[in-house]
């Protein structure tokens, strides 16, 4: 399966993109991961920040990705759970699945309204390059998972 991740912003904190790119290399060994970074609104306010970034997410998203927004309100999945449901996806012939990132403000309504999945990590407020590098962690665990392939879970 084909992962991408479509995320506002870039990772600034060295110990959180060296936390990325480790579960990017583990990743990459068993599935095509593509990263794309859209421009964050900076300065703007938040109604139009949320609809600036929604904007530019939608525009990297083909019409045929199944698409999961990463949101605090979403549904929360058990690292066998998230296994389980992307093991249905690939089962059911979906070859792409992109996860979408909001910025500060979280995701405009439009962006809200593609989503096939909203996908929370956690009830927290996390700052989304920590959601980043957590679901990239978390992919990787799925996937050990559906490989019976030690890792904790």
Do not use: C
């Not at 996860?99 to 096939?116: C, E, K, N």
Request: proline share 3%; hydrophobic share 45%; net charge neutral.
């Amino acid at each position: 399966m084909h992962f991408r991740i479509v995320a506002v912003g870039r990772l600034r904190e060295p110990y959180l993109a060296a936390a990325a790119a480790d579960f990017r290399r583990r990743l990459g060994a068993y599935h095509r991961l593509e990263e794309i970074e859209v421009k964050a609104a900076d300065g703007a306010r938040p109604e139009a920040a949320m609809a600036l970034e929604a904007a530019a997410v939608l525009r990297a998203i083909a019409p045929a990705d199944r698409v999961w927004l990463l949101e605090r309100t979403g549904d929360e999945f058990s690292s066998l759970e998230l296994a389980e449901r992307l093991d249905e996806l690939a089962r059911s012939g979906t070859s792409r699945v992109t996860f979408a990132i909001a910025g500060t403000y979280g995701a405009g309504p439009d962006l809200a309204a593609r989503a096939d999945v909203r996908w929370s990590l956690s009830r927290l407020t996390l700052l989304h390059e920590w959601a980043r590098a957590l679901v990239l962690e978390q992919l990787y665990r799925a996937t050990k998972i559906s490989r019976n392939e030690p890792y904790h879970h």
